[in-house]
């Protein structure tokens, strides 16, 4: 099974959340939390790290992450594992190869013209306010 992630990213005041407008399929054009492929034999959360880095500059010092769900796609062999942190300090975005834009928190993420993943960016979130007492975010 392949391995990828993607990760919840509020800015410092919990307001905002840091989004990639995607420039290839799938989801072309569309908002998608930013992520990427775990490579074998690579622990998940030090993947999504990494990836967090690559694609944002964002480094480890400036966030911690938290596991909160995985997805799993049998008809695709995918395990798409989810990570959400808050940002512990202003941070300058860097962007790698999509454009980086802060999208607020009140935004509709079921809305499946806007955002990637066929609503799943606002189920995660729903999952996380369900449950945010057990996370230090």
């Not at 989004?19 to 939390?33: D, F, I, Q, S, V």
């Not at 775990?38 to 966030?63: F, H, M, P, V, W």
């Not at 202003?90 to 993943?117: C, H, P, Q, R, Y």
């Amino acid at each position: 099974m392949k391995g990828y992630n993607i990760i919840v990213v509020f800015n410092k005041n919990r307001e905002k959340i840091l989004m990639c407008k995607r420039t290839k399929e799938p989801y072309k054009g569309l908002y998608n939390l930013v992520g990427g492929k775990i490579e074998e034999n690579e622990i998940g959360l030090e993947a999504a790290y990494r990836e967090l880095q690559e694609e944002t500059g964002i480094s480890k010092k400036d966030i911690k992450l938290n596991h909160l769900m995985d997805f799993i796609y049998y008809t695709s062999d995918i395990n798409l594992e989810t990570y959400i942190g808050g940002l512990n300090k202003e941070v300058k975005v860097v962007e790698e190869v999509n454009k980086l834009e802060w999208i607020n928190v009140n935004s509709n993420f079921f809305d499946v013209n806007t955002f990637a993943g066929n609503g799943n960016i606002g189920h995660i979130l729903r999952e996380y306010e369900f449950h945010k007492d057990k996370f230090n975010i």
